[in-house]
């Protein structure tokens, strides 16, 4: 069982930056994660994954300005995210796939204003 706490939420002007990290209460070394957003009336969407500590994918929407890392000994996933649009805002969700199993974050609200 794994439980996931965002953190690092709020809200910028475009052109800022802000750093989302999720706590994972269990061991989350040979777990999958990332990272999906969800914008009001719009379908969760994944923007980064990590599969392990060198593989990563990005969405098209958002390569090169998020960058997602992740220190297994803090049992924490980071997303850096740079430049930031109005249309990055979005409720921000973690989730770690261990073993098939999917887990997930509450989210996190992110608000970027022009």
């Known amino acids: 069982q794994v439980q996931l706490v965002e953190s690092g939420g709020g809200s910028v002007q475009a052109g800022g930056s802000l750093k989302l990290s999720c706590l994972a209460s269990?061991?989350?070394?040979?777990?999958?994660m990332g990272w999906y957003r969800q914008a009001l009336g719009k379908e969760r969407e994944l923007n980064s994954f990590m599969y392990n500590t060198v593989s990563t994918t990005y969405a098209d929407s958002v390569k090169g300005r998020f960058t997602i890392s992740r220190d297994n000994d803090k049992n924490t996933l980071y997303l850096q995210m740079n430049s930031l649009k109005t249309e990055d805002t979005a409720v921000y969700y973690c989730v770690a796939v261990c073993r098939g199993q999917d887990y997930w974050g509450q989210g996190t609200q992110v608000t970027v204003s022009s």
């Open positions: 269990g061991d989350i070394s040979s777990c999958g």
